[in-house]
T-cell receptor, first 111, second 115 residues
Framework: GENVEQHPSTLSVQEGDSAVIKCTYSDSASNYFPWYKQELGKRPQLIIDIRSNVGEKKDQRIAVTLNKTAKHFSLHITETQPEDSAVYFC??????????WGAGTKLIIKP | GAVVSQHPSWVICKSGTSVKIECRSL??????MFWYRQFPKQSLMLMAT?????????EQGVEKDKFLINHASLTLSTLTVTSAHPEDSSFYICSARDGVAGEQYFGPGTRLTVT
């Protein structure tokens, strides 16, 4: 079945710098890749997603890139702000339409 | 975006009792709902997938007789933790999918503490 790996597990960046989180997947049939942000004690919130027919998608300071050949996708956050501090999860939707989750990345924005 | 509610938001119960958690899709019909459990500092762990009108599909290692799931309507799924024990204390989150290939929307979660 599908397997999703996410790196790094913790990422600390200076406020204003960029942050990049990477995920790999194993099922070449997967075609939908969402990213979720989860603040402590709250529900995961969808922040951006990308489908397999697109290589890149951008929404203000957030962008996601997808490399289908290499089976990896990445989340890019530019001009980081303190409110970006949270845990970020990538996911891949497999051929059964189930979301397979990465282990999460704790992003820390240092003032 | 679509709204999913979950009730209660937190509950404390004594060991051996049962607790029911409700998950509702408020502005869309969800043929499929998912129940997750999340321990501190860990990722979401899928417990089961429920389809309206049919039995839930449980993930390996999840006891279906302990975690009873009912999905009687297109907008409501319930999770009942039976004979709860302290090790069942966790953050339980439901999500509902809008259509077969639609997005998944999460409820706010229920913090269960078993004393």
């Amino acid at each position: 079945g599908e397997n999703v790996e996410q790196h790094p597990s913790t990422l600390s960046v200076q406020e204003g710098d960029s942050a990049v989180i990477k995920c790999t997947y194993s099922d070449s049939a997967s075609n939908y890749f969402p990213w979720y942000k989860q603040e402590l004690g709250k529900r995961p919130q969808l922040i951006i997603d990308i489908r397999s027919n697109v290589g890149e998608k951008k929404d203000q300071r957030i962008a996601v890139t997808l490399n289908k050949t290499a089976k990896h996708f990445s989340l890019h956050i530019t001009e980081t702000q303190p409110e970006d501090s949270a845990v970020y999860f990538c996911a891949s939707r497999d051929s059964n339409y189930q979301l397979i989750w990465g282990a999460g990345t704790k992003l820390i924005i240092k003032p | 975006g679509a709204v999913v509610s979950q009730h209660p938001s937190w509950v404390i119960c004594k060991s051996g009792t049962s607790v029911k958690i409700e998950c509702r899709s408020l502005d869309f019909q969800a043929t499929t709902m998912f129940w997750y459990r999340q321990f501190p500092k860990q990722s979401l762990m899928l417990m089961a997938t429920s389809n309206e009108g049919s039995k839930a599909t449980y993930e390996q290692g999840v006891e279906k007789d302990k975690f009873l799931i009912n999905h009687a309507s297109l907008t409501l799924s319930t999770l009942t933790v039976t004979s709860a024990h302290p090790e069942d204390s966790s953050f339980y989150i439901c999500s509902a999918r809008d259509g077969v290939a639609g997005e998944q929307y999460f409820g706010p979660g229920t913090r269960l503490t078993v004393t």
